[in-house]
């Protein structure tokens, strides 16, 4: 770059206004140029923390989430047996042997979640 510019520019890191030799200088000494580093870098580490700050707290939304089997009232025979841990088939075999009741709708059969808690009573 020429030595022979003289730009008026402000520091972007301490507000001091300066003479630039080159156009693309943005800080008016290495100390502000250094400083104005350090807090970029420190700036992307405090959002990098934020940004896993969020995700933690979407994941934890998501454990709440209503339509998780766990926060249910009223299971498919499917759900159920993902409750429990078994196979559907099971549950459907609980149904058949009256050890579980289940009400149809539609094609499908609704198992209350106290029902199943009831079995472990
Ligand atoms: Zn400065």
């Not at 300066?18 to 800080?27: D, E, I, L, N, P």
Request: hydrophobic fraction near 35%; include cysteine; aromatic fraction near 8%.
């Amino acid at each position: 770059m020429s030595s022979n510019l003289y730009i008026p520019k402000t520091c972007k890191h301490c507000g001091n206004a300066f003479t630039a030799r080159t156009t693309v200088t943005k800080y008016c000494s290495d100390i502000c140029a250094k400083r104005a580093y350090k807090a970029r870098k420190r700036n992307e580490k405090v959002q990098a923390t934020l940004e896993e700050t969020i995700q933690q707290q979407k994941e934890i939304v998501n454990d709440y989430n209503p339509n998780a089997v766990n926060n249910k009232d009223f299971l498919s025979v499917t759900e159920a047996s993902q409750l429990i841990g078994v196979s559907r088939w099971t549950i459907q075999r609980m149904i058949q042997q009256g050890r579980l009741k289940a009400v149809p709708f539609g094609r499908k059969h609704i198992v209350a979640r106290w029902q199943i808690e009831n079995l472990f009573n």
